[in-house]
């Protein structure tokens, strides 16, 4: 399962609505007009051509086809955002995020093909930060359903929403969401609240960490135990992913060494630097931080189980040959930042998405035991009553009438469904010969 964790940026608003990421500064106009520490940019011609994976029938290949997209500018970017600082329509909010998720997903397919390019995987689970809104509830945006959101303050930097692939097929073990029932009027200190998850058993916090407490190492700590303890009654995480405002790469892995259930704690970052899926292909590149001014690193995943790291499509870190080498996680690298708006790219954001996959279930007993407690149905996920329950499937199940019927009405047997011919003639047994020789 591929989960996807990208800050957006809000300015701080009280209202209940989505539109704090698209007015005021969220554009954000340092991101833009530092894209060319990136990309191949100058002040005079801001476009940038790149390959886009292209499968050509005559040599059966896959081949790069030219793509070309202008960067706008620090200012075009902010007269852009600015026009949206009294607008609150609907379309609008679904048109920016459409575009937000569209980048993720393609920097997520991007990191995570294979095959030669021939397979690649979407993100399962995304989380955004800094956003929620009434108008998303029950919205799908690009085949992403809005599954939760969480408002805890009031405070549009401190929100979260989470949206799942209306595609995929996911057991509800696999995903259950910790809410909360406390409101506070701030979420600057130890007690701020932020989206917790458990994701095939693993307890994974998705942070904003307060700037107020994001320099102590011990206020970090109390602040992640207090969400943990909200969410499971334990002082125990397995992974933490998200905006953690660190002014150094080095400093979440220290400040949780010991703690929180383990002991080394491993980041996404490699050798102080992260790779970036490149603007609209597969080339990847390290950059050297994750905000606006791409040299810090704000937006990490961090664990203190086994992981494995993806660097120039290779596993590095790690000893993968060790008999014993059983990760749990992957650390794929970067989203982009920037998406195609009104015909130019503009920087969505100030922060990068971090790409994570989870390889495995944390306790496969439990899971078992949630199917057995649940009696779900083996071939449509569905849940059984009755006499089902003996048979592990539903009676009547959609899946099977696609390609099975039942023998006879009230039959648990099931026979692969034949044609039915069009006559209402009785068919006609060929007679065989008798004995006499008589037809």
């Not at 575009?99 to 093909?113: A, F, L, P």
């Not at 992981?307 to 060790?322: C, F």
């Not at 989203?335 to 954001?349: F, I």
Request: glycine share 10%; net charge neutral.
């Amino acid at each position: 399962m591929i989960v996807v964790y990208q800050s957006l940026e809000s300015v701080g608003h009280k209202e209940t609505t989505g539109h704090s990421v698209l007015s005021g500064n969220s554009f954000k106009h340092k991101a833009q007009t530092n894209a060319g520490r990136v990309y191949d940019l100058d002040n005079a011609d801001r476009k940038l051509t790149f390959p886009v994976p292209h499968y050509d029938f005559a040599t059966k290949k896959i081949v790069g086809k030219d793509m070309e997209v202008e960067f706008a500018t620090g200012l075009e970017s902010k007269a852009f955002s600015n026009t949206f600082k009294s607008g609150q329509d609907a379309n609008e909010l679904l048109e920016f995020l459409s575009g937000v998720i569209d980048t993720i997903v393609k920097s997520t397919m991007n990191r995570t093909s294979t095959n030669g390019g021939f397979t690649s995987r979407p993100p399962t689970i995304i989380v955004l930060g800094e956003l929620y809104g009434e108008e998303l509830k029950g919205k799908t945006i690009r085949g992403y359903d809005v599954v939760y959101g969480m408002n805890p303050t009031g405070d549009s930097r401190h929100r979260f929403t989470v949206l799942k692939n209306k595609h995929s097929q996911i057991d509800d073990f696999d995903l259950k969401v910790h809410r909360f029932d406390t409101l506070s009027d701030n979420n600057k200190n130890e007690k701020a609240i932020c989206m917790t998850l458990t994701i095939m058993g693993w307890l994974m916090a998705f942070v904003h960490i307060p700037n107020h407490i994001c320099g102590d190492a011990a206020s970090v700590v109390e602040y992640l135990k207090f969400n943990a303890m909200r969410s499971t009654g334990r002082e125990e995480l397995d992974l933490l992913i998200g905006d953690t405002n660190q002014k150094s790469s080095g400093f979440m892995p220290s400040a949780l060494k010991g703690k929180l259930g383990g002991q080394d704690w491993v980041s996404s970052i490699h050798g102080g630097e992260q790779e970036l899926v490149g603007y609209g292909g597969h080339s990847t590149f390290s950059i050297s931080g994750t905000n606006s001014g791409f040299d810090t690193h704000f937006d990490i995943a961090c664990t203190h189980h086994a992981v494995a790291k993806i660097k120039d499509n290779k596993v590095v870190g790690s000893d993968t040959t060790d008999p014993a080498y059983d990760p749990a996680f992957v650390f794929h690298g970067l989203t982009d930042k920037y998406t195609q708006l009104n015909g130019k790219a503009y920087a969505y954001s100030d922060h990068n998405g971090v790409i994570i996959e989870v390889l495995r279930r944390k306790d496969v007993q439990a899971y078992n035991a949630h199917r057995r407690n649940y009696r779900l149905c083996r071939s449509c996920n569905g849940e059984l009553t009755g006499i089902e329950t003996l048979t592990g499937i539903h009676l009547n199940c959609r899946t099977l009438q696609l390609t099975y019927a039942p023998k006879e009405e009230g039959s648990l047997k099931r026979v692969a469904s034949q044609d039915v011919p069009d006559s209402d003639e009785p068919s006609r047994k060929k007679r065989k010969p008798s004995r006499d020789g008589d037809v």
